[in-house]
């Protein structure tokens, strides 16, 4: 075969293909894992009837939704009403083209020779900037599938993650900005590399750059607490309260799709993407039997993990408490972190690994004294008047 | 927005600007909403999301039990109170039994009593139970609800052991109880509240001092004392307002004069000082309940019924008689004309009386803290509309 052809037109549908189908079917197993999880934090069973132990209660919802009528309330915007999920759906597939799930390497084909690509769709070298402006795009929808929808619970939704998502970028994006800062790269397979060069994860002097970057994901992915946008016992089901069938199953699929994005980006700019623990660590070189998009995989596990954790244990903030949130904390702390990033950067990795320290000793330092001085419970009752 | 009313230029109650050429929107909340406990409606007037005016809408579950009473004789009432406070039927019967004889002058044995508070006790353990489970789900927590209904669902279990309903008890009669309790079924109930305290614990843990669910409940929708005495507010809400008024200790009926129980009190008049009432209650029906335990393990001897005569026909008069119902003072007022049926029974549901204070509480606040105040009000609707 051609090899201009091979390399650019077969090998990357191969990829497309492939990973909007994983995609989509890790995004639907994750509906699945999250009801089994949360309903081991709540002391009860969880799906267990469909399939071994409920393993393909998942492949019955989405049969359902399929086979579900497809209502559009009277009088809805019906153009913009069908939009909608698509516009939420594709940004949230398309990121999965710049996300490395592993190192570059060879691979024998069968009838091709040897091939050497990434499991990646492509590597970009302005990877992390193209990915936060496509997934950006996928606030449109939602807001359009609230206008759209002739509700005023599905408007206030819309209005509310408008609010929330464009809050909650400027955060993420400067927590990014620190990210880059220390890799001194922008394309995420870069990113990678660097942590491999620097002998260093960046979660250790990226800290709080992390933590804003984790709590933003959160906010940006409509989850508990930050799950205003649908906010059941508020607005019923927020922005996709007139939708039904598959295209809710679509909005659905997308918020699943965006956590796993969200954990995948966490896991690759802060915890070393594929590279195993202590990557340059000699006598741990056993671990390199395990593939690296197992470990990418495990770390993002963790992620997905932490989101269900989450769901299980918060109530729901509310809009002018997340609104004030975002502004008054964690954008200033997400500026000021940047500032330290950058300097530390500017020594080079020796100023990386300052920072580390400082960072994880005052993070120490900080649990000790909360811990003690929590508040005792109050148990004595006040008197009455 | 067809429906979206052109109105004059409004303002924001606290805020105080004039708003220029916009228009408050009409939200109708409910009566099918997650967060309205039932058929409760909500015609709201919001600004963004800010609450102008709340206007509750009832009468979606009115199945005229009041007229319903006057056709059926006195024994034959006690099932259809059942259906008041569906979460908490042993109150309910235990108020309108209170009524029937009082005006009979009836003498209930002190082990009828006895039995009587225990289940009340129960009743409102569950009831609380049931009220943080949604209280909770209501702003966000899910997790809460699963952990309370574990432990709701064990007395609930007890319930069915000892008349056979699990909600609908219909467990007192007139003068006293239908039943003696079934063999064993103390020491269940004592092996349950020995372990309940540590169980208030976890809610407590999930709660009590989380961030988020203090932001969410502290300084929102206060009511305070004299507005409650105003409204006529009782229960949780007013003992979370700094006032200190039980009827089990202000007018004591049955055993709670002999029994050691504190009431307990909260200054601050907002929803996170009655969540602090009601857990704090919560252990203080342990108590009642363990000491009831032990005074019916002392005297396993004596009657559950009064002398009630064969046929239950009061002398013409009327009556009224109160207990302190997990929601507030339940309060049944019987006018007699000397025949075998109530010629007027009249319900004094605290659901009810506290729903009409929603209004007031719920003024400028936020459409998530109208949720909040909903929940904190504690109402059922069977209660409010009967």
Known sequence: MNEALLYNVVIPAVKAIVSVLVVATVAGILTLIERRVLARLQVRQGPNRVGWNGALQWVADVVKLIFKEDIVPAHAESAIHFLAPILVMVPALTVYAFIPWGPEGTFRVPGLGMIRTGPYGTDVNVGLLLLVAITSIGVYGIILGGWASNSKYALMGGLRSAAQLISYEVPMGFALVAAILM?????????????????????????????LYFVSGVAETNRIPFDLPEAESELVAGFHTEYSGFRWAVFFLSEYANMITISAIATTLFFGGWLRPFPNVAWLSFLDLVPGIVWFLLKVSVFLFVYIWFRGTFPRYRFDQLMALGWKILIPLSIGNVVLVAFAALWGIPG?????????????GGFVVLSRSTPKRRTVLAEGV | MSEERAGTAASVPDSGEPMLGLREMELNFGPQHPSTHGVLRLVLKVDGERIVSARPDIGYLHRGTEKLFETETYPMV???????????????????????EKLLALEVPKKAQYIRVLL????????????????AIDLGAITPFFYTFREREVILDLFEDYCGARLTLNCMRI??????????WIERVRAFTEVFDK???EYEDLLTENRIWKQRTIGIGILTGEQCIEWGVTGPPLRGAGVKWDIRRAIPYECYADLDFEIPVYP??????RYLVRVAELRQSRRIVLQCCDWLAKNPEGEIRGKVPRVIKPVAGDVYAAVEAPKGELGFYLVSNGSNKPYRLRVRPPSFINLQALPEMAKGHLVADLVAIIGTIDIVLGEVDR
Do not use: M
């Not at chain 2, 009340?120 to 209280?135: F, G, K, N, P, V």
């Not at chain 2, 601050?268 to 000082?273: E, Q, S």
């Open chain 1, 352 to 364: 990386l690994k300052v920072l580390s320290v400082v960072l994880w000793v005052a993070l120490v």
């Open chain 1, 183 to 211: 890799s001194r790269s922008l394309s995420l397979v870069g990113i990678v590399e660097a942590q491999k060069a620097a002998h260093l994860w960046f979660i250790f002097p990226g800290l709080l750059a992390f933590f």
């Open chain 2, 120 to 135: 009340d006790e129960l009743q409102r353990i569950s009831s609380h139970l049931l009220w943080l489970a949604t209280a």
């Open chain 2, 199 to 201: 169980n208030i614990d």
């Open chain 2, 175 to 184: 003068g006293g109880l239908l039943e003696e309790l079934p063999p064993g």
């Open chain 2, 268 to 273: 601050n008049a907002d929803t996170y000082d």
């Open chain 2, 78 to 100: 006690i099932p259809h109170t059942d259906r008041l406070d569906y979460v908490a039927a042993a109150t309910n019967n235990h108020a309108y039994c209170l009524a029937v």
